[in-house]
């Protein structure tokens, strides 16, 4: 495989064209869209249209006439045929902790109603930590435990008649490791419990199944897969049958049947808007729409199990590159070579340097990321890569490891300032 | 009065440079911006600064290189300035109805360990809706009840041994009623109560002194007064002694002490900076900053108490004004007539026409709002009318007052078009 050949397949690949939807800034390679999605060119235009038209002119009215109050609803609509819900299933809000606890909190009063014996929250140790701290503070308010497994292969074996949630991240943010959603729902619901998924690595990165694959509750990221921007809304969606069953607590007047009624009296709307709170951020959900609208313009290119052959393309170009060009330098392999059990990121391992040659690639204009291992659970220190087929290009992967390769046999990431950390790496 | 003496007023307001900052649609007279703040000039530059240039140029680095990280604490001090608290204590996040959420959590869990038997939260009926969801959502939780008042002078004699929080608006939404903060907090602490306030009507409305007015919890809204734009994010304060105390249930990664550890067990930071959650909205928290600075740039020309003098003698002007010209029409004064306990509003109660007269202004570009009475709680239908010292000038409230009698004398609000209700009003 030649840098050739790389630009070869980007000539022939049909979803080339999607990358022009996005302003990437010159000459970077960009591999690090699981964290923060690049700008969609459509955004900044409108973000000005919502700031100077919509609020500057029409001010309090364009809660109505710019459609504002229906923007959390018509967003979701959108996302939701990402991710294999049904239109009126899911809403954006809040942030993808803020939407962990609605879930959760709701998924454990059904529990509470229908099986009180069981209070055990399964996930995993390499779970997001935030995940992680809602689980936890909720454990603690309805007198449950958190157990934490070390390894996808334990968690089914997990399960049993204590356990009241299984709650996973589709795609482990480390490892990269894709759970197998169909099967790990069904091995939940046959020992009796429910199913949570954090979608914050799949939506828009992969073909996500929430129906048809027996997810009982969701949440996900806007600003990674999604491309909607720093911080930007997250999502929330409930399996219609245990939509209306119990309130979310954060019973704030936008999820209310009647906002405008102000009453004093909390009547929860029916369906997935009462997972709504507080007033929507309009200007972030609509600079989220632009991002989602990226991934609805595959659509009519096969759609996201397109998006899905061109990841595993590039994730399998990226790793047979550093296998094989980067051979004898110290990296191991830390996501799953398996296709069908592999997110859109290469993982690598090493012993040392793993931070310094990611601030060393950095410098060269190839943005990857570095998470710290933890040696009591045996996670070794990562070099992440992400790839978003909307606009990574093979030719890329193929740069990117040749930077790599260069970065290790010049020890060039062995100089001191690449070793100095900074607050977010 | 007649307009040219408004005019006159206005020549001789040193503070009417200010309205400079703001980019007012031409020929409106708003009178909402207790709703929905105005636009600020600076803005829209300073969000396409963040969309184009930190966000598509800088990308995941912008948390560094842009001081993202530190938005959510470098604007909370900006808004500490406007409240009474100091640098450190104040936090902006999420929505002014998630930030309650976790304040009165924390407030119960106090008592919860203080004063175990204190289970009541007294609040008013009238207070702002989600304000009482949200209660009621945690007074479920933790086995409490919530006590409503019917009027601000019940208040003190409904706290007693029972009682464990007092929860108020400080300036009441509907009536524009400013209660006593420091009369009230020290009620509710010789009661052994805390006392909670949400500042929605108050900040940038009027001179709060959080810390020297006795306030144990606060939180406050981002787009009404601080013109931060539709669904800004809100802000929270926690008196310093409190607020390492317990910690908040939305234990999410922003509020951990360590957040880039990515350790599985939650543990708080130190301060108010456990009362943060998911990643934080830069856009909007940016967008919050410029206005924010609207305020802060009254600093020089006496700050909140100037802002405070010019915003009483609008109201002032406003009700007597509507009392000797549209007298005879049904109107009367639903806002406090005493300077010293009304906010920054004037509120007109009619028996019937109310919503109509509001939509009739409208059409004539006089934007207030309506709020909806309750019959069996004897709140009567209100025209309410904020005004916003920062942009509002004397004669924009002879010309509102002169078309409010102009719809009354020609009975124009009984055209039907203007007895259309839409979702938002």
Sequence with gaps: M??????????????????????????????????????????????????TEEWGQGLIGSWNAAGWMQLPQRVGDKIATLVGAAPGELVVADSTSVNLFKVLS???????????????????????????????????????????????????????????LLMLTQVNYRTGHLHDMA????????????????????????????????????????????????GAPAFVWVRPTHVSRFRQPLSGWIGHAAPFAFTPGYQPAEGITRYLCGTPSVTATAALECGVDTLLAALPL???????????????LFTSLAETRCAGHGLTLASPRDDARRGSQVCLARDDGAYAIVQALIARGVVGDFRAGDAADGLPDILRFGVTPLYTRFVDVWDAVEHLRQVLVSGEWQQSRFNQRSAVT
Excluded at 107 to 117: R, V
Excluded at 134 to 143: K, M, N, V, Y
Excluded at 187 to 214: E, F, I, K, M, T
Excluded at 302 to 312: F, T
């Design 2 to 51: 030649t840098r050739d050949d790389a630009l070869a397949l980007d000539a022939e690949d049909p979803l080339a064209a999607l990358r022009e939807q996005f302003a990437l800034p010159d000459g970077l390679i960009y591999l690090d869209g699981n964290s923060l999605g690049v700008l969609p060119r459509s955004t900044a235009a409108r973000v000005q249209q919502v700031v």
């Design 106 to 164: 709701a998924a454990l009063q059904m529990q509470q109603a229908d099986a009180p014996q069981r209070r055990v929250i399964v996930s995993e140790r390499s779970n997001f930590p935030t995940d992680l701290y809602i689980a936890e503070s909720l454990a603690r308010q309805f007198g449950c435990t958190l157990r934490l497994v070390n390894s996808p292969q334990e968690i089914a074996a997990a399960l049993n008649a204590d356990t009241a």
């Design 183 to 230: 099967d790990l729902s069904a091995a939940a619901h046959a020992a009796g419990a429910l199913a949570v998924w954090d979608l914050a690595h799949s939506a828009g990165a992969l073909p996500v199944q929430l129906n048809a694959d027996g997810a009982d509750f969701a949440v996900g990221c806007g600003y990674k897969y999604l491309n909607g921007g720093p």
């Design 302 to 316: 096969g759609g996201m199990a397109a998006l899905r052959a061109k990841s595993l393309a590039l994730t399998r």
